[in-house]
């Protein structure tokens, strides 16, 4: 049974999760299939229009990415919106809680949602967390 749709739950700050969700994402949205991503907790301020902040690496593979000059994670992001068929949702919890307006986020991202919207966009999707 071929994968129609996939959710992707992205909480954590860190650059390899990041960048292995942004490349999940992109891949399956540029190969047709339907992408609903979410982002909330410590993913969130990385999303905001430009943050000069850079999110740390777990470990060597990270400084990898960087050094070695791949897309990162907000590039891929943003082509999986422009060339596929994804969408971008940040939590409405998160950007509450951290004080993030949502007029101040990338304009690649939809409207903030709440998880329990999210959850229901999910119903009969394959679900990744990062």
Same mark, same amino acid.
């Given at each position: 049974?071929? +994968?129609?749709? @996939?959710? %992707?739950?992205?909480?954590?700050?860190?650059?390899?999760?990041?960048?292995?969700?942004?490349? /999940? $994402?992109?891949?399956?949205a +540029?190969?047709g @299939?339907? %992408?609903?991503?979410?982002?909330?907790?410590?993913s969130?301020?990385?999303?905001?229009k430009? /943050? $000069?902040?850079?999110p740390?690496s777990?470990?060597?593979f990270?400084?990898?990415i960087?050094r070695?000059?791949?897309p990162?994670?907000?590039?891929?992001?943003?082509?999986?919106v422009?060339?596929?068929d994804a969408?971008?949702?940040?939590?409405?919890?998160?950007?509450?809680?951290?004080?993030?307006?949502?007029?101040?986020l990338?304009?690649?991202?939809?409207?903030p949602?709440?998880l329990?919207?999210?959850?229901?966009?999910?119903?009969?999707?394959?679900?990744?967390?990062?």
């Amino acid at each position: 049974m071929a +994968v129609e749709k @996939i959710c %992707v739950v992205v909480v954590s700050g860190s650059r390899e999760r990041l960048q292995m969700a942004a490349m /999940a $994402a992109s891949v399956a949205a +540029v190969s047709g @299939i339907e %992408v609903t991503i979410f982002l909330s907790m410590n993913s969130v301020p990385y999303f905001v229009k430009g /943050a $000069a902040v850079d999110p740390p690496s777990e470990g060597g593979f990270g400084e990898l990415i960087v050094r070695k000059k791949a897309p990162d994670f907000k590039t891929l992001f943003r082509q999986a919106v422009e060339l596929g068929d994804a969408k971008i949702l940040p939590c409405s919890m998160a950007l509450d809680i951290a004080g993030i307006e949502p007029d101040t986020l990338e304009p690649y991202l939809g409207e903030p949602t709440g998880l329990s919207s999210f959850l229901d966009a999910a119903r009969g999707a394959q679900v990744w967390t990062f």
